[in-house]
């Protein structure tokens, strides 16, 4: 029998999002509740079914539960079961239990979606159910030269660009320069670009060279001038001009000149610091001075951040300072070593090699020798610009790695020849330590050096493990080494004792076992990109991840950096070390809500993981 209306309304007023809405809402709601009551282990809803209501808890508790018979969420009073699947039109994946006799209010599929479309308040809850990693847009931020990092060129670039022939004239150059209060022009043949005139140019090329003004401008071009393609995002065009001290990049798309950015363009757009440090790391060479310039990285931080800045771009923008300071430190050694006996690449692994880099970080490197490397002839150079580099970097705050991947160590200071091997014996025989050390290197990237000592490398190897079932079964039991901080009854499980008790460890057990799932599935669709939200896109581009698995996971990913990076900004604008452990109790009730689905969509799938293991 149902309960009384004015019963159920206290109900409603003391649960969110029920109490925000407005009283003829409520009214309607009642009209259409009922109750009902579901015995221990009794079936709310069934794997494959969309459910026909929202069923609220009233009293007692609900438990849902994967295929494999994993309990991933435990819905207490006042919480809501198939919200999920209603809202995005989806059989839930999932079955919904009693876990102990329960008491449910049923509202009808139709008037809940109703209310969600009616009234944004209450919608606003749901919505991490639809999209977990939702986050506003980057032109709210107060820090407008940050948001626009993540711009495409066409939408900065200045369009329309003057082009000019080859056999133009240095005069006909320096007229549209005058006439159009520009700095430069393009030089295309063909439709195709093939130089650049600036007034630099001409000052050098033409002026104080004694040159006449009939001289063609392919005599004083720069050619084959650096360019990027249209869809290229603003702050990698701020890289290549701050890396290269170039002052125009002209835009192209399938070789023909579109647009121009300039040194203007970054001004005028107030452009984000990291670009302005990377250009100041290149023209420093004291370890001090180097060291000061990475002192800004906490600010950065921050001010990305209060952007909103999606935590991916974060990642990248981080990394890249870190990418510039160890390509500046490469140089600065070969200055004081000399230039290098052999061909060698310096290559990244870890957070730094996935471009996920945070506010804390380690240094994780290698280094591959041409197979001409003699050790006896050479092996003191390369030790030497090993040490330089690494010191330097840990000078610098990324500290020494405590499980020794440097390059420093011998064992990653190796010729091409050894590392093929090392990867394939690390395959043929997965033992513990070989499949983490199979792992790490998967993450590898290259920074500096001659990348023909990475060709083909990491596809060889990532099909032969892709090939070996024992390998994978390692590399799968690694997966799930690491448990998001879940309870039995969907609390967090908080750390119970030491520096950081009642805290969770938002890169072990949160970034960490998403990191490990996305390098799985990556695998399995054989695909070689190493960033972790790039490699879960691929894994469903290529079916070894569900559609809605793969948008889950990703969506649990943005959630999970979202509120590691926020912790870190906040550690930061009080002054303190940025770390990785964070109280959930700092956290308002619905940011913990989104938390607790974001580790429920991970706990999920490493579930279905495990099963899937154990039934090959």
């Not at 070789?255 to 610091?273: D, E, L």
């Not at 506010?359 to 040490?387: K, M, P, V, W």
């Not at 690494?390 to 990324?398: E, H, I, S």
Request: glycine content about 8%.
């Amino acid at each position: 029998m149902d309960a009384p209306r004015d019963v159920f309304r206290r109900f409603f007023a003391q649960h969110h999002p029920f109490d925000v809405l407005p009283a003829e809402a409520v009214e309607r709601l009642l009209d259409h509740t009922s109750q009902i009551e579901v015995p221990t282990d009794g079936v709310i809803h069934e794997i494959g079914e969309l459910p026909a209501h929202l069923y609220v808890v009233r009293n007692g508790a609900v438990d849902v539960v994967t295929p494999e018979g994993v309990v991933v969420e435990h819905r207490g009073m006042g919480e809501g079961v198939g919200a999920r699947a209603i809202l995005r039109g989806e059989a839930s994946p999932n079955r919904a239990v009693a876990h102990r006799s329960a008491t449910l209010l049923r509202i009808p599929r139709g008037l809940f979606t109703e209310l969600v479309e009616a009234y944004p308040d209450f919608a606003a809850y749901y919505e991490r159910l639809k999209a977990l990693g939702a986050r506003r847009p980057a032109a709210m931020s107060t820090e407008p030269g940050e948001a626009v990092i993540s711009s495409p060129l066409r939408e900065v670039m200045t369009a329309d660009p003057v082009v000019v022939a080859p056999d133009a004239t240095v005069r006909d150059a320096a007229t549209w320069m005058r006439d159009r209060r520009i700095s430069c022009v393009l030089v295309e043949d063909g439709g195709r670009l093939v130089g650049i005139v600036t007034t630099n140019d001409l000052a050098r090329r033409v002026v104080a060279a004694g040159r006449g003004a009939d001289v063609p401008v392919r005599e004083v071009m720069s050619a084959e001038p650096a360019a990027l393609p249209p869809d290229t995002l603003f702050f990698d065009a701020m890289l290549v001009m701050s890396e290269r001290d170039i002052g125009h990049l002209p835009v192209v798309e399938q070789g023909r000149a579109v647009g121009i950015v300039t040194r203007t363009n970054m001004i005028r757009r107030q452009s984000t610091s990291s670009v302005f440090m990377i250009g100041d790391i290149a023209k420093r060479e004291h370890l001090d001075e180097l060291a000061a310039i990475i002192g800004q990285l906490p600010q950065l931080l921050v001010q990305l951040v209060g952007a909103g800045v999606t935590p991916k771009r974060v990642g990248q923008v981080v990394t890249s300072v870190a990418d510039a300071l160890t390509r500046r430190l490469l140089q600065l050694a070969e200055v004081q070593l000399g230039p290098p006996p052999v061909d060698y690449l310096w290559l990244v692994c870890g957070s730094q090699g996935r471009q996920e880099q945070t506010g804390i970080s380690d240094q994780d490197n290698c280094l591959i020798l041409a197979d001409d490397y003699d050790a006896t002839a050479h092996g003191e150079y390369f030790e030497r610009l090993a040490r330089y580099v690494c010191d330097g970097l840990d000078a610098c705050g990324y500290y020494y790695c405590p499980g020794e991947m440097m390059a420093t160590n011998d064992q990653w200071r190796q010729p091409l020849q050894v590392w093929r091997g090392y990867f394939q014996r690390w395959i043929a025989k997965p033992d513990p330590k070989a499949q983490m050390l199979a792992s790490v290197m998967f993450d590898l990237r290259p920074v500096a050096g001659d990348l023909r000592l990475f060709e083909g490398l990491k596809h060889e190897t990532v099909q032969a493990a892709r090939k070996n079932s024992i390998f994978r079964a390692h590399l799968v039991a690694n997966s799930l080494g690491h448990q998001p901080p879940l309870s039995l009854l969907r609390g967090f499980a908080l750390i119970r004792s030491g520096e950081h008790k009642d805290k969770v460890d938002l890169k072990l057990n949160g970034v960490v076992p998403i990191v490990d799932l996305a390098r799985v599935y990556g695998l399995d669709a054989g695909r070689e990109e190493v960033n972790t939200r790039d490699r879960i896109l691929a894994a469903k581009e290529a079916g070894s991840l569900s559609a809605s698995g793969a948008d889950d996971l990703a969506d649990a990913y943005d959630t999970i950096a979202r509120v590691r990076l926020e912790h870190q900004a906040k550690q930061v604008r009080r002054g303190e070390k940025p770390d990785n452990f964070m109280a959930p109790s700092s956290l308002s009730a619905l940011e913990r809500g989104h938390l607790r689905d974001a580790f429920g969509v991970v706990k999920s799938l490493q579930a279905a993981l495990a099963h899937y293991r154990s039934a090959t």
